[in-house]
């Protein structure tokens, strides 16, 4: 537990103090098993996360089991924790994580790999899973980054691939009921290797490697692990697990109001889009699931706004019959509507109206690339028609403010499609002052431009990323194609983009550097104000490692990749498929217009829009 | 919902005082945090709030005096409106359901003081210094804080600057138990005349080097004053 001193002395002592209305807390004597649930980032970024909340709460539904919040301390805690050698502790009883049977870590993006290694650091696990032995806490890794967890994989006990509603449970509950019988560490993670779906023990493979220093091959140790882990999903969303009470941060936090999941996974398909293969096959709740759960919510938590979190949140299919029925009662309590993910094609005046707050003068669109070319490599599916029309509408309804995200260093891009880009803004402007009724304060169309980073699991995920020098020039020649004043142009950094490649992309070599990183006192990378691309690339070069194998390489067709161990569900022949469309500049329709073979429908599910799995023998 | 009682409309919004401690780990949350998160405790107590009107409709909310970051308080008062003839029992009852254990709302009226009213607040602040330290520090404290003019630098709306603080405290007391101290004084209270516990304790760094980074000590507000020295209501 900190202390008040310790409290007293640092900055938004709130992220430390508990408290909350909704934490649960349990006599730890009268559980079986105790999970620190740990979200490696600050508590305002950590208490955002919708999957945090929901596995909190379906933890802490089984009697035996108790699940507390860990976040990672800010630095000028870190410091006094590091003076007054106090360790990490948990929120809701301050008990020290290593006193905790699991550590569970969710793995939102790669910038946070040194928070995790700092979070066993200050909790006083050692960092190798070899260098723990039985009086350690289990440490389980999950989120989008356990898809390709090769990089960190020496510093995990296992890692649940997929969806943890009903997988975290088991595993839980597995572990409680052999720890009755005196089994250890290695008996239980054996057990769970073997007998429950999507559970992944690095330990239990051995990892060979070519001359080359591409994988040769994985090799599961012992019998009935599997050789390939596939990923679990939960099948059916209505009758699914839903946190209907939720843990209310008193400090503000990122996400500060009801996150309504409406469905999981995406129809469309964008050729760089991790999150669009990963979490196939798109099953979706019923209107009225959803009606009673945002209902349900409000009352529980009473934030004035709700949020239709899903991936391309336009393609629901019954988002009118959705956002008609809360409509029936947000208006009358002051509760607003938001949907961050609306795609351009499917921009309507009547869905403005549905969720625009009134103060907001600003809208967000996403083309993604300058030009129609380069829409159709990376399976956009957007035309520059969609967006003027879509602008228009925002623009006759009184807003000024447009912005704009794109990418850059995409596969097959040349000059001409920078140079779409500012001609896309340019021309936004101008629908601005076609548009009839337009506002009378002057337009800003802002651009904000990303590097692409190659992601596994992505038609992309053969593709070298374009090198620093490379990437920079793009930046600045998008830079210097805008002629107009009423065009802002902002760029994300490429370095950052370059190292977040190098670790989505790496394999089990890559831990060496990361415990060096770590040894050198790295932390927060994904803040800017910590983040030092120097001092990496001295790193990366220490512990031996060649940045460019990594992540600026073309990986062969036939090559075995870091993250061929893990199955899910989309196939590496539909990936390959997809990447050939690509360079041919062929579209692929959607999921809804016409099922495309990607093998995600072998995993089932209820209320999807594939037909019925084992149809598509070709890809399996 | 947990009720489904229409109370009548009252023919004009009516304004309603809670009371509330603010202790535990709600001492480390800020005034403006507090202020949000109270707008949601009052959505999930369901009461029947008057919203502004205009394009940007909030519920009114206003409190008697900011509570600094590390204090603790058992007199908070905060002003909401009310558009039905909810009782102040169930709106009470209702805040019960709707906070966790470091707010407790304790009291719920129909207010006859305004908060502009208020002119002192008292508070307690315990120092656990340990038998060493204690005595001497007690006897320095009494000293420093009853002696004139006492300077600190207080952070205002312009920056920072010097101020004579001395004759912003009053009803001093110190005890000295073991190797705890307990400081009980009132301290003026209103626009631009407030002074905070922490204030005082920075007049007796200055003074006697303690409390130091390492000191546990906490600081309660236990009151509210008027201007003859009754507890406000
Ligand atoms: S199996 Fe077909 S419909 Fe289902 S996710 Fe894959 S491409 Fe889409």
């Known amino acids: ?620 | 919902m947990t009720d489904k009682i229409e109370y009548p409309m009252l023919p004009e919004p009516r304004t309603v005082r809670l009371r509330f401690k603010k202790t535990g780990a709600l001492q480390y949350i800020s005034h403006l945090d507090l202020q949000r998160s109270f707008i949601r405790i009052l959505a999930r107590a369901e009461l029947p709030l008057w919203f502004t009107q205009g394009f940007n409709p909030h519920p009114k909310l206003v409190f008697a005096l900011p509570l600094a970051i590390g204090t603790e308080s058992v007199c908070e008062l905060a002003d909401i409106r009310i558009e039905r003839d909810m009782p102040c029992d169930e709106i009470l009852k209702r805040l019960g359901t709707a906070s966790s254990g470091g707010l407790e709302f304790t009291d719920c009226y129909v207010p006859s003081a305004k908060f502009a009213e208020i002119t002192g607040t008292e508070y307690t602040i315990t120092l656990e210094l340990g038998e060493d330290d204690a005595k001497a520090f007690s006897e320095k404290a009494f000293e420093t804080l009853t002696s004139s003019p006492i300077v600190i630098r207080k952070r205002t709306k312009s920056g920072e600057k010097e101020v004579d603080i001395s004759g912003m405290i009053s009803r001093l007391r110190i005890d000295r138990k073991r190797g705890n101290v307990t400081i009980n004084a009132v301290l003026s209270a209103g626009e631009g005349n407030t002074l905070n516990p922490e204030n005082l304790l920075d007049a007796l760094r200055a003074a006697t080097g303690l409390p130091d980074a390492e000191t546990e000590y906490s600081c309660m507000r236990l009151k509210m004053l008027c201007k003859d020295g009754a507890e406000f209501r």
């Open chain 1, 1 to 620: 537990m900190f202390s008040s001193s310790m409290l007293k002395s640092i900055s938004k002592p709130g992220r430390y103090a508990g408290g909350e209305f909704g934490q649960i807390i349990k006599d730890p004597a009268a559980v079986d098993a105790r999970v620190a649930f740990c979200f490696p980032d600050a508590y305002e970024i950590g208490m955002s996360n919708l999957g945090m909340r929901i596995l909190y709460g379906v933890l802490n539904r089984e009697e035996n089991i108790s699940c507390e919040r860990v976040f990672a301390p800010w630095i000028d805690m870190e410091d006094k924790m590091r003076e007054k050698k106090v360790l990490l502790c948990s929120h809701e009883t301050g008990t020290p994580v290593k006193d905790f049977d699991f550590l569970a870590i969710t793995v939102q993006y790669e910038m946070c790999y040194t928070n995790v290694l700092n979070v066993l650091e200050l909790s006083g696990i050692p960092l190798r899973a070899e260098n723990r032995d039985d009086s350690f806490p289990i440490v389980i890794g999950g989120g989008p980054c356990s898809y390709n967890p090769e990089p960190i994989a020496d510093f995990f006990d296992l890692f649940d691939i997929g969806e943890g509603e009903e997988m975290l449970p088991e595993i839980v509950r597995l572990y409680a009921e052999m720890k009755k019988k005196g089994c250890t560490k290695h008996e239980f993670l054996l057990e769970a290797a073997r007998t429950i779906e999507g559970v992944y023990v690095p330990g239990f493979y051995d990892v060979t490697y070519n001359g080359d220093g591409t994988v040769r091959a994985y090799t599961p140790k012992y019998e009935g692990v599997p050789a390939k882990v596939r990923k679990r999903i939960v099948k059916d969303l209505d009758t699914m697990y839903f946190p209907d009470k939720v843990v209310m941060p008193y400090i503000e936090c990122v996400q500060d109001r009801i996150m309504l999941e409406v469905f999981r996974g995406c129809i469309r398909g964008c050729r760089f889009c991790q999150a669009g293969m990963i979490y196939r096959p798109v099953r979706e709740k019923a209107p009225e699931t959803l009606l009673k759960q945002a209902k349900c919510l409000y009352e529980n938590t009473g934030y004035e706004e709700i949020s239709l979190t899903s991936l391309s949140i336009s393609d629901y299919t019954k988002l009118r019959e959705l956002t008609d029925g809360l409509i029936e009662w947000t208006d009358e309590k002051k509760v607003s509507l938001s949907l961050p993910s609306l795609r351009i094609d499917s921009f309507s005046r009547e869905l403005m109206e549905k969720v625009a707050s009134v103060r907001s003068s600003s809208i967000t669109f996403a083309p993604e690339a300058g030009t129609q070319r380069l829409r159709d490599v990376i399976n956009n599916n957007v035309t520059e028609e969609d967006l003027m029309r879509s602008a228009g509408i925002a623009f006759s309804a009184g807003k000024e403010q447009v912005k704009l995200y794109f990418m850059d260093g995409l596969p097959t891009e040349t000059n001409e499609d920078l140079e779409g880009i500012a001609h896309l803004a340019e021309e936004t402007v101008e629908e601005f002052y076609r548009t009839p009724g337009h506002s009378r304060r002057a337009p800003t169309v802002t651009i904000s431009v990303s590097c692409f980073v190659p992601k596994p699991f992505t038609p992309f995920q053969w593709e070298p990323q374009a090198t620093m020098k490379e990437l920079i020039e793009k930046n600045n020649y998008i830079g210097s194609c805008i002629k107009s004043r009423k065009v802002r142009y902002t760029h994300h950094d490429a370095k950052v983009s370059h190292i977040e490649a190098i670790l989505a992309l790496g394999d089990r070599k890559l831990s060496a550097a990361l415990e060096l990183a770590r040894s050198e006192g790295f932390r927060f990378d994904a803040w800017d104000e910590f983040f030092d691309y120097d001092k990496w690339m001295a790193v990366f070069a220490e512990a031996g490692i060649d940045t460019a194998f990594y992540a600026n390489r073309r990986k062969a067709d036939d090559e075995i990749l870091p993250w061929d161990v893990i199955d899910c569900g989309v196939t590496k022949e539909f990936l390959l498929r997809e990447r050939n469309k690509a360079y041919a500049e062929k579209t692929t329709p959607s999921c809804r217009e016409k099922c495309s073979g990607c093998g995600a429908a072998c995993l089932g599910g209820k209320d999807i829009c594939c037909p019925s799995a084992g149809n598509k023998g070709e890809d399996r």
